[in-house]
């Protein structure tokens, strides 16, 4: 085979995690050095089909990871074929108001609930 004949390597896609200490990796500045899920999510796919990129960041909310443009800086990492998994606070309680930023929406995990964040 010649190398002319190769085809150009792809790049893998990317899974881009956003959350918080839940997902982070050694805690994610949260001074816990706890292991979040995302830190064994490279364990279930081989390293040549997904990269994992971990953005992660303890303490944080979906309001402050907004508030600190962090989804603005993952979203200029974002390639086609990426996929961007979140998730924030199932480990916290809230309530449902509209001007709090931590909505907990209780339950098993196949309901839906609606806030408004102000």
Same mark, same amino acid.
């Not at 064994?40 to 997904?50: A, D, G, N």
């Given at each position: 085979?010649?190398?002319?004949?190769?085809?150009?390597?792809?790049?893998?896609?990317?899974?881009?995690?956003?959350?918080?200490?839940?997902?982070?990796?050694?805690?994610?500045?949260?001074?816990?050095?706890?292991?979040?899920?995302?830190?064994?999510?490279?364990?279930?796919?081989?390293?040549?089909?997904?990269?994992?990129?971990? @953005?992660?960041? &303890? /303490?944080?909310?979906?309001?402050?990871?907004? $508030?600190? +443009?962090? =989804?603005?800086?993952?979203?200029?990492?974002?390639?086609?074929?990426?996929?961007?998994?979140?998730?924030?606070? @199932?480990?916290? &309680? /809230?309530?449902?108001?509209?001007?709090?930023? $931590?909505? +907990?929406? =209780?339950?098993?995990?196949?309901?839906?609930?609606?806030?408004?964040?102000?």
């Amino acid at each position: 085979m010649s190398p002319t004949s190769l085809s150009p390597s792809v790049a893998p896609p990317t899974i881009h995690l956003c959350g918080d200490s839940t997902m982070a990796a050694n805690g994610g500045g949260s001074g816990t050095g706890t292991e979040g899920w995302g830190e064994f999510l490279s364990y279930s796919f081989p390293r040549s089909t997904y990269t994992i990129a971990n @953005h992660a960041i &303890g /303490g944080r909310s979906t309001l402050s990871y907004t $508030r600190e +443009d962090r =989804f603005c800086d993952v979203s200029t990492q974002v390639e086609d074929g990426d996929w961007i998994a979140i998730g924030y606070g @199932h480990n916290d &309680g /809230g309530s449902l108001s509209d001007d709090n930023g $931590r909505t +907990d929406c =209780f339950g098993e995990g196949g309901e839906t609930c609606d806030t408004v964040y102000k």
